[in-house]
């Protein structure tokens, strides 16, 4: 990710008729189940500057395996993947990717238009039963899976371990010991604290948990964002910017937050997996050792930190299935996993990846299966990456104080009931 979940525009939804007209890549696939495997395989994958030389080495060891299907490996920014996608699906399939790397809450979305190819009793479902069962839940739909779980994560606090020790004090557990640590941090350094992303929606979710509430409840099919949870949730996100504590941005707020770490001008920032190799690139790290992680801060009520991570999902309209299938259970094997997390530091979604000496070793991974374990489930409805939308709209101006926590609860409670079909309230 850049990381996190970009906001995207909507895409008209395209009957499935559509999307029979193959995607980008050669014929020449062998359509018998366990046949020859030949042509090609395009794979979009969405990986960020520290992780795709890596998943592209490992993309292109496909063919060490299938050594007649060539893999044409494009890395496309995640922040512009999902519209490409569909507009390039919903145009007739015309440069669409065989296999796409989707954030899980894309591939609710894309199933739902009939846009991506069902996996049950494909080569793509191999050891099924390995995969952890929160990382399995997002990638069905109506009954069927259309994913395979590559990666999962979730958020923690990042700390630079030296400076709070110069400070004197200790990673914080909440936002008012946040609060408190980062007075003494300026005091003792003229740094500032944390810094909080203002231009992504799912550094609210932290909060909104944080407050006990949710953007929605799935089974009573209600809109919960704008409830008391959610209006105290934008009032501590507020806070924090209007005591100092934290600083924030309205744009490029990735780039801005890995610089102030890297750097060394802020102590703090709230990030996951996808974010340690870059972090640790940065001249504060060069004793590696420096970078601590522990869980989000807690709110008023509880704690908590979303649930995330990618799915490899296959084009329904692609002219080479069979190959694409065998490359989804290729890039999500335990094997691949492996690599990418003695490399990335990040979280395989297959239990028997844990046991391997390197990644059992890895501390950082050891804290984020155990916070992956206690992460809030997002809601796995075709509408929920739209979801980020109305927030992205209030959260920045909540932050700099142009609107209120009241107004911005309210606004994304009736976008909601807009955009949520069927009986919700």
């Known amino acids: 990710m850049r990381r996190g979940i970009a906001a995207t525009a909507l895409v008209a939804a395209m009957a499935l008729a559509a999307t029979a007209c193959g995607g980008d890549s050669d014929n020449g696939g062998d359509k018998k189940s366990g046949g020859h495997l030949s042509g090609t395989v395009t794979y979009w994958d969405t990986s960020n500057e520290a992780e795709k030389g890596t998943y592209k080495e490992l993309a292109l060891g496909f063919r060490k395996k299938y050594p007649d299907v060539k893999v044409k490996y494009v890395n496309v920014p995640f922040g512009e993947a999902l519209a490409k996608f569909k507009n390039a699906a919903g145009s007739g399939g015309s440069g669409a990717p ?15 238009i009939g846009y991506l190819a069902p996996l049950d009793g494909t080569a793509a479902l191999a050891d099924e039963s390995d995969y952890l ?13 259309y994913a395979v779980p590559q990666v999962i994560d979730t958020l923690g606090l990042f700390y630079n371990k030296k ?27 003229g740094k500032t604290g944390l810094y909080l992303r203002g231009d992504d ?8 948990y944080g407050e006990g509430g949710d953007l929605l409840d799935t089974g009573a099919k209600k809109v919960t964002i704008d409830d008391a949870p959610g209006v105290k949730a934008f009032a501590a996100a507020r806070d924090l910017v209007k005591s ?3 600083q924030t941005d309205a744009t490029d707020g990735w780039e801005n937050m890995q610089q102030a770490i890297k750097n060394g001008d802020v102590a703090m920032t709230i990030n996951g997996p996808w974010a340690i190799e870059d972090t640790l690139a940065g001249k504060a790290f060069k004793d590696k050792s420096n970078l601590g992680v522990v869980p989000v801060p807690a709110g008023s009520t509880a704690q908590g930190a979303p649930q995330g991570g990618q799915n490899l999902t296959v084009y329904a309209g692609s002219k080479n299935l069979d190959a694409s299938y065998a490359f989804a259970k290729y890039m999500s094997s335990a094997e691949v996993q492996a690599k990418t997390t003695e490399k990335l530091s990040l979280l395989p979604t297959r239990t028997s990846v844990y046991q391997n000496k390197t990644v059992a070793a890895n501390a950082n991974v050891k804290f984020f299966k155990d916070a992956v374990g206690k992460a809030v489930e997002r809601p796995w409805i075709p509408e929920g990456n739209s979801l980020f939308q109305a927030i992205l709209v ?11 926590p009241e107004s911005a609860a309210k ?15």
């Open 394 to 404: 209030q959260f920045p101006n909540v932050l700099t104080g142009k609107t209120s």
């Open 98 to 112: 065989d296999v796409l790397r989707a954030e899980v809450a894309w591939t609710q979305d894309l199933a739902n």
């Open 244 to 246: 100092g504590a934290a």
């Open 201 to 208: 929606a799912y550094w609210y979710l932290p909060f909104i």
């Open 411 to 425: 606004s994304v409670g009736d976008a909601y009931r807009k955009l949520l079909k069927g009986d919700w309230k």
């Open 133 to 145: 069962p929160k990382a399995a839940a997002g990638t069905k739909f109506k009954g069927k899976t």
């Open 163 to 189: 400076m709070l020790k110069d400070a004197g004090v200790k990673p914080p557990t909440s936002w008012t010991e946040l609060k408190a640590a980062a007075k003494k941090i300026k005091q003792k350094t």
